[in-house]
């Protein structure tokens, strides 16, 4: 079966996941799964926006599926209430519903990119996850 018609199929899976599961604790992880598995890569995750104490608007790495021998990064201390406004050129791409691909080696935010190096990324892929009208967060490959 050719890669598109791989990923079709894991979006379909996604989609009865989602729809089987009431919560998204139990859905999400399974949908990143089908997700990774189809598309070949290393790691597939969710960021979920929020507020935190000080009112600064910020992402949480929330859920996260990994590739065999790819080591997981949900514990990973500096992914955690991480404010928009060090990434504000992305937080705006993503807002207008816009996909990010990129090579890291490209990427001009130094924090970012020191942050993408860390964890070992070469390429990342960022789609918007929106609720009704509302940046809910995204999901990155």
């Not at 799964?33 to 926006?49: C, I, M, S």
């Not at 790495?61 to 404010?83: K, T």
Request: proline fraction near 5%; charged fraction near 20%.
């Amino acid at each position: 079966m050719e890669r598109s018609s791989i990923i079709l199929e894991a979006i379909g899976k996604s989609y009865f996941t989602l729809q089987s599961y009431p919560s998204l604790k139990k859905s999400i992880p399974l949908i990143l799964q089908h997700l990774g598995e189809a598309t070949g890569v290393d790691r597939v995750y969710v960021f979920k926006n929020h507020f935190n104490e000080a009112d600064e608007f910020c992402m949480t790495y929330s859920f996260e599926w990994n590739a065999p021998g790819v080591s997981p990064q949900i514990d990973f201390e500096y992914l955690q209430e991480l404010p928009w406004s060090i990434f504000p050129e992305i937080e705006s791409v993503l807002r207008q519903n816009k996909v990010i691909n990129e090579l890291v080696k490209n990427t001009q935010n130094g924090d970012f990119y020191d942050a993408m190096v860390e964890q070992g990324i070469l390429s990342y892929l960022f789609v918007p996850i929106f609720s009704g009208g509302d940046f809910w967060g995204y999901i990155g490959f």
